[in-house]
């Protein structure tokens, strides 16, 4: 182990920058805060992604509370996805208390205590900024790769789609899917046979008993009009700080599916619709996406597949996507690659399980001679974390275990009528809480059956006389034309003509 100054010079070299960053907070030695030795990340690299990680009750929330109050400093909009419920105080400043004041005289750091602009988002039926999108913009892989489908139930995924591109229908809603693929195998089965080929109806049945099953876990109340516009997570107050877009979840927690789907949808959408930035000096936007496990754990292979090439061509974009899980261990080998920010907070070592844990995650890290890695990992405190980063030349940083800063902004949820307040303010709300159902697949389709079956009466009403009729037609047509045949007959008209060459001579 070095010395206090040799270790402050350590940290001062490995966190040094000339661009605009964040302070994370003050690095420690031997557990005793270095005052003045500051983490500092660089705006540069946080669209490298990146990794908060630690066990229930040690700090997480409140460090995605603190990266995202400096973005938003910074002018930097943030997207953060609160699954507990406990985010909303972003919009209130902090009441502050005798200990945050201890903690940033430690860090060497001045606090002070502020509000955010706050937009309150929903994808279900909680009050908030409403988030839809159609299943048009959603596309026939996405849809595929959310319902786990096989490659021959993609296939006819594919084919209903464009059957509804050729003939303009618009897929706005399930409901919309759904119509279209009964259609495919009952009163439309001949014209997609003509034009696409055969449809299996066991394949068409075994695809919507999956979209019912993504029904049931709410997905019917995001799929729809109007959608949302992602340019509008960017926006930017009058003071030049970022938005803090807090997505309220508390309630679909026990609705992966639903989860997984917005999330691959909402960052599909971004990834073809923001340009490329290629290395800049600071992100576009960044997500936060808290309780990550969620997404990995009930994604099939297709769908992690899908998850991994987001992440890898994303940043690009100017996007960084920032994983809030209880062990590194939740989020797979290939993703967690890809992340440049690890904010590790403490790991508990009560099974064997938890030890084998601890050994993995402390590999993650780089060599510290000031460190012994495992061992810090299962002795930090509440608000403290082993930290490494990218510096702006995208190399590791030192391994800092580190006093974090506290939030300027409450640690608390706000209250109902507080949270009305905020809701009422928004300039999204009237923009995306109307809800429109104009005609798509499901209404066309239906008009074009009743046409159809209309037809069907009127032939079972009126068959004899029709038939009747055709016979009569034909009758008449046979007695009526005999002389005709007679003049239009090889003979009669091979005799006409040798009677005009007779006369010409």
Do not use: W
């Not at 003050?26 to 990340?41: F, N, P, R, S, Y």
């Not at 909009?77 to 940033?104: C, F, N, T, W």
């Not at 019917?220 to 003071?239: A, H, M, P, Q, Y």
């Not at 037809?455 to 009403?461: H, I, S």
């Amino acid at each position: 182990m070095g010395s206090k100054e040799e270790f402050y010079a350590h940290i001062e070299q490995g966190y040094s920058t000339k661009g605009d960053f964040i302070v994370m907070g003050a690095a420690m030695l031997d557990g005793e805060t270095v005052t003045g030795a500051h983490v500092k990340i660089p705006l540069k690299t946080l669209n490298r992604h990146g990794l908060i990680a630690g066990a229930t009750g040690t700090g997480k929330t409140k460090t995605l509370q603190v990266i995202a109050e400096n973005l938003s400093d910074k002018g930097i909009p943030v997207l953060l996805m609160d699954l507990k419920g406990d985010l909303s105080g972003i919009a209130e400043p902090s009441p502050g208390h005798p200990k945050i004041d201890e903690r940033h005289a430690k860090i060497g750091l001045p606090f002070e205590p502020k509000s955010f602009p706050v937009e309150i988002l929903s994808l279900s039926e909680q009050d908030g900024v409403k988030l839809r999108a159609t299943v048009s913009e959603f596309g026939p892989i996405l849809l595929s790769r959310i319902l786990d489908l096989s490659e021959t139930q993609e296939g006819i995924v594919s084919v209903v789609f464009k059957y509804c591109d050729d003939h303009k229908l618009p897929l706005l809603d399930l409901k919309d899917f759904k119509k279209v693929l009964q259609y495919a195998t009952e009163g439309g089965k001949q014209e997609f046979s003509k034009e696409y080929g055969r449809i299996s109806t066991s394949s068409t049945g075994t695809i919507l008993r999956k979209i019912i099953e993504l029904e049931q876990q709410g997905a019917d109340l995001f799929f729809g009009e109007k959608s949302f516009d992602v340019e509008d997570l960017t926006r930017i107050d009058e003071n030049g700080r970022g938005y803090i877009n807090i997505i309220r979840l508390t309630d679909i927690q026990d609705r992966p599916k639903l989860f997984s789907t917005f999330m691959l949808s909402l960052l599909a959408e971004v990834y073809a619709t923001f340009p490329e930035q290629g290395d800049s000096d600071r992100p576009e936007l960044i997500f936060f996406i808290d309780e990550a496990h969620l997404i990995f754990k009930e994604a099939s292979d297709a769908l992690l597949d899908q998850i991994e090439s987001i992440v890898k061509l994303i940043r690009s974009k100017g996007i960084g996507l920032y994983f809030v899980t209880q062990n590194p261990t939740d989020v797979p080998n290939e993703v967690l690659a890809q992340l440049g920010l690890k904010v590790q907070h403490a790991l508990r070592a009560f099974t064997a399980r938890d030890r084998k844990a601890i050994k993995l995650t402390a590999e993650n890290y780089p060599i510290s001679e000031y460190y012994d890695t495992k061992e810090v990992l299962t002795s930090l405190g509440i608000g403290e974390a082993l930290i490494t980063a990218l510096d702006e030349k995208g190399r590791p940083t030192p391994l800092a275990a580190t006093m974090l800063r506290a939030p300027m902004s409450r640690m608390d949820i706000l209250s109902d009528s507080e949270l009305a307040s905020v809701i009422k303010k928004s300039k999204l709300v009237g923009k995306y809480n109307e809800t429109i159902d104009r005609e798509s697949a499901y209404e066309i389709l239906n008009e074009k059956i009743e046409r159809a079956e209309k037809e069907a009466e009127k032939e079972k009403e009126y068959p004899t006389r029709s038939t009747s009729a055709r016979k009569t037609t034909t009758r008449r047509s046979t007695r009526q034309n005999p002389v005709i045949k007679v003049l239009t007959s090889a003979t009669f008209i091979r005799g006409v003509m040798g009677i005009l060459k007779k006369v010409m001579r």
